[in-house]
């Protein structure tokens, strides 16, 4: 193995684990990392100080990694340990030999045309001179005897810096009292001009994309990761959630992929998050892709829109809101030029999950009537072992839309016979009414009602919501949430995952194979908030997220 691996492994901790912690505030604090590292980075993370940025690692990788990297890590963190006597788990040990865990930390990625990437490092320590001394033998140490490997560095000039090299792709250096280490020497001295602020250098602290992403993502968060030109969150978190194909307890997982597939939508992401016991703040930021077909698309089907129009439950076990007008991206991929694409994936993914468990179509028709205002309440079923109760609303364009579409679907859904289906009709309270019912006996209603249509799993629970009073979306908001909305808002949703829960269940068994990743998060997840906003070209989801109690050890020894 390149000892270039053997650097990043030792960095990984060093570095890695404390940019689970970020800065206190949106804006840079400076002297700081950002104004070390290029504004030509596609992945940045920064961190402001250690302890609180541990706790958030360690329980991401004893709770929410897929085994194979949890496995990997933890077994990487007891080798080093046990070879340099660095201990990664331990502030104390961090210290003892040079770290300085109260001041901000760094870890940078730079893409490379035909080539593996380039990584820079920016680590706080205490004593800046010597400390690339001390790097050297911490080293040797994890090299160890066996190794036959040319440890001893090439030191040169650049300028007022004292640059250091071992073998063809390790170099590092210092400034004042940050520890600077990289893949490239081209990439070293372009930091090194940031951090001397020589004539020409541009540090990421004035990109303007970047600074964009600071502000959206608030005050007080621990976590800052940032990826932009073609990079995401998820490649760079590759190391500790991309399970082995052997890996028994993964098998069938694929690597998590962007929110909308192989190719994503957007020019740039970032997440910024902050933990307390086991609550957590999430920032979600995106910006679209302008040279990208799709995103054009993607920005005319996600309508900022408020509603007086939404049917609301109390007691859910689920709420949500939405504004989007799947017209648009139905259009751009019944083209087969686009079928292919990203986002047609996701849409179609969407769309047959829709078919499956509602029966519903998103075609033309359902299109072509749809105002873009949508609901789904969810309660706990009254009969222990049964699915949980569901009401699908969808706000129509005016009476007439919400009649045609309910007789297209009963025009449809009456030829379901033939596959062993029963069709009935009645009226829900005074809404007009069908169900078809499958061979398992389970049920499906679906009612009009003035200028809105509805899905459902229960009669009781759908006449309920017919005749409830329409409520306003910020009247909800007040009601269950402490988050504020807005004329940006297109979303809130608000989840109670119970263990028993049928929702819970079918959201573990849709993510079970196609993304382990969220699978762990879902599972681990007892409450959820989330409100997406869109602003021009930004979708923003700001989330409040509820753990069960996992406690986290601070060393992985315990």
């Keep these: 193995m390149k000892l270039r691996n053997t650097v990043v492994a030792i960095i990984i901790i060093t570095a890695y684990i404390p940019v689970f912690y970020s800065s206190r505030s949106s804006a840079v604090q400076r002297p700081g990392p950002e104004d070390i590292v290029p504004a030509s980075a ?43 006597g660095i201990d990664p788990g331990q502030k104390n040990s961090l210290e003892l030999h040079g770290f300085d865990t109260e001041r901000p930390y760094a870890v940078s990625y730079f893409p490379v045309n ?33 190794k036959k490997i040319d440890i001893h560095p090439a030191i040169t000039r650049y300028g007022s810096y004292s640059m250091f090299q071992i073998q063809k792709d390790i170099f590092f250096s210092s400034h004042e009292q940050y520890f600077l280490i990289s893949s490239s020497g081209t990439l070293l001295k372009n930091a090194l001009d940031c951090a001397s602020k020589k004539a020409g250098s541009e540090p990421l602290a004035y990109d303007a994309g970047y600074r964009d992403f600071l502000k959206a993502a608030g005050e007080n968060y621990q976590v800052s990761l940032f990826a932009r030109n073609g990079m995401s969150i998820t490649d760079a978190l590759s190391p500790f959630i991309t399970p082995d194909p052997q890996d028994e307890d993964d098998e069938g997982d694929s690597p998590a992929e962007s929110p909308w597939g192989k190719a994503s939508v957007f020019g740039s992401t970032g997440i910024s998050i902050s933990k307390n016991g086991n609550n957590f703040k999430c920032a979600f930021f995106s910006k679209i892709n302008p040279d990208n077909p799709a995103s054009a698309i993607l920005q005319k089907s996600i309508q900022a829109r408020t509603s007086d129009k939404c049917v609301f439950f109390k007691d859910f076990l689920f709420y949500s809101y939405l504004s989007f007008k799947p017209k648009p991206i139905h259009h751009f991929c019944e083209d087969e030029r686009n079928s292919d694409t990203a986002l047609c994936s996701s849409f179609h ?36 072992g049964h699915p949980d109760n569901y009401v699908l609303y969808f706000l129509m ?56 249509f509805f899905i459902s799993n229960n009669a009781e629970f759908l006449g309920m919501m017919i005749e409830e009073k329409k409520k ?74 509820q753990t069960k109690n996992t406690a986290t050890h601070t060393s992985h020894n315990n």
């Design 42 to 84: 596609s992945f940045h993370g920064r961190a402001a100080s250690y302890s609180p940025g541990i706790d958030i690692f360690l329980f991401f990788i004893q709770h929410i990694a897929p085994a194979s990297g949890r496995n990997r890590t933890t077994q990487w963190m007891d080798s080093f340990a046990s070879v340099t």
């Design 114 to 146: 035909e080539k593996e990437g380039d990584f820079l490092f920016v680590i706080p320590v205490k004593n800046g001179k010597t400390f690339p001394y001390k790097f050297v033998d911490i080293i040797r140490k994890n090299a160890g005897t066996k």
């Design 349 to 384: 993914e969407f769309t047959e999950l829709l078919m499956k468990y509602t029966n519903l179509i998103i075609e033309k028709d359902f299109v072509n009537s749809f105002d873009g205002i949508s609901n789904i309440a969810v309660k706990k079923s009254a009969i222990q």
């Design 397 to 452: 364009k005016d009476r007439q839309s919400s009649e045609a579409f309910w007789n297209t679907m009963k025009e449809y859904l009456e030829d379901s016979e033939d596959i062993g289906y029963s069709f009935s009709e009645k009226k829900i309270g005074t809404a007009p009414s069908f169900s078809v019912t499958n061979v398992q006996g389970t049920s499906t209603f679906y009612a009009n009602s003035n200028d809105a």
């Design 472 to 545: 306003d979306i910020h009247e909800i908001c007040n009601t269950v949430s402490r988050k504020k909305i807005d004329s940006t808002v297109f979303t809130f949703t608000s989840i109670i995952l119970e263990d028993d829960s049928f929702i819970k269940a079918i959201l573990l068994l849709s993510t079970y194979n196609s993304n382990r990743l969220l699978y762990n998060i879902i599972n681990n997840t007892r409450k959820m908030e989330m409100v997406g906003k869109i602003n021009r070209n930004t979708i923003m989801f700001d989330l409040d997220i």
